[in-house]
């Protein structure tokens, strides 16, 4: 266990909706990254949050937006849903010190798009 | 510059083999290269990581040899298991400024 929790772990909807996903950091932790993975597929980087302020964007759709909040959860918002973005997503913490960078990963959301 | 290349994309090893798995960088401010091993359905998980200061550490049955010049590090697994069938990302990182992780190695152990 890495002390990363996701939830929900599994979400069904359909073409055209929204959804959220969220993410609770190890304790201590004030770095949030979030990944898309689709079947077979590498971990796409979305973003990265450092204690409330986005730091990095990767492979982020428009469709796709995410914050950090006070108490350092994070919440990724996928919305107009379509088939392709069927993925795992995953959310990982660190501490994020210059000299420590290990990303724990959370066990992920399965998100099916019907 | 921030791609992080690895090779090869599968592998099929008889149990008791060596296992390689291989990846080359580009950028030279990257200082910390761990390997992440995630079975299916599970999140990645940190193996064994290294930082640029040092050729090669040691954890059991995983190394990992760096070679800084050749901008290129790989993982071995030494007597490999049934168990260590799994899915190997190599990543690099930049003093916690940018995460970068390769395409990732299926590793299959035959009994």
């Known amino acids: 266990d890495s002390g990363v929790t996701q939830t929900p772990k599994h979400l069904i909807t359909a073409t055209g909706q929204r959804v959220t996903l969220r993410c609770s950091p190890r304790s201590g932790d004030l770095s949030v990254y979030w990944y898309q993975q689709s079947l077979d597929q590498g971990l796409q980087f979305l973003i990265h949050y450092y204690n409330g302020e986005e730091r990095a964007k990767g492979n982020i759709l428009e469709r796709f937006s995410a914050q950090q909040f006070p108490d350092l959860h994070s919440e990724l918002n996928l919305s107009s849903l379509e088939l392709g973005d069927s993925a795992l997503y995953f959310c990982a913490s660190s501490v994020d010190s210059p000299t420590y960078n290990e990303q724990f990963f959370g066990p992920g959301t399965r998100l099916t798009v019907l | 510059q921030q791609q992080v290349k690895q090779s090869p994309q599968s592998l099929i090893v008889q149990k008791g083999g060596i296992s390689i798995i291989n990846c080359a960088y580009e950028n030279t401010a990257f200082d910390y290269f761990p390997w992440y091993q995630q079975f299916p359905g599970k999140g990645p998980a940190l193996l064994i990581a290294?930082?640029?200061?040092?050729s090669e550490k040691k954890e059991g049955r995983f190394t990992i040899s760096f070679n800084k010049s050749a901008k290129q590090f790989s993982l071995h697994i030494m007597d490999s298991q049934p168990g260590d069938s799994a899915t190997y990302f190599c990543?690099?990182?930049?003093?916690?400024?940018?995460?970068?992780f390769g395409p990732g190695t299926r590793l299959s152990v035959l009994p």
């Open positions: 990543a690099a990182d930049n003093y916690g400024q940018n995460f970068v």
């Open positions: 290294i930082r640029p200061d040092v």
